[in-house]
């Protein structure tokens, strides 16, 4: 059964113009795009997204960053959509990342990594509900 996941693309990637190249990358890797939307997060929106990191060293340059320019948030489907988007983005730092992913192929580096994805389940519950209504997202299961 195929299932929903969420990733964001980042600032950096809306600035550098590779919000479309990603899109088309993650199409292209299987993805159905079932929510989309494109908003400028402010500081408390970023916080409450990423609550489970405050008080974390890094946790105030990235909501900083977060809020630097517009993302661009989507709810994906397909099977196992988790564990491949995670596996289709590659690893968190560019220069780990594996050749053709997308981190490898638009990030410039480890805090400006081009994307974000759920990195569970249960957080792929969580972060579609924080940006999506349950009617947008019930409409996109069919």
Do not use: W
Not at 5 to 21: C, E, F, Q, Y
Not at 118 to 129: G, K, Q, V
Request: some cysteine.
């Amino acid at each position: 059964m195929k299932k929903m996941t969420l990733m964001i693309i980042k600032p950096d990637s809306i600035a550098a113009g590779n919000a479309g190249n990603i899109l088309a990358h993650l199409e292209e890797a299987g993805f159905e795009i079932c929510a989309m939307r494109m908003l400028k997060l402010s500081g408390e929106t970023a916080a409450g997204f990423y609550a489970e990191h405050t008080g974390k060293e890094f946790f105030a340059p990235l909501i900083e960053f977060m809020t630097s320019g517009p993302v661009i948030v989507a709810a994906l489907k397909r099977e196992n959509a988790v564990e491949e988007l995670r596996r289709v983005i590659g690893a968190t730092d560019p220069a780990e990342a594996k050749p053709g992913t997308v981190r490898d192929l638009y990030a410039e580096n480890k805090t400006r990594n081009a994307i974000h994805a759920s990195d569970s389940p249960e957080s792929a519950e969580r972060e579609l509900n924080f940006f999506f209504s349950r009617s947008e997202l019930i409409l996109n299961q069919f």
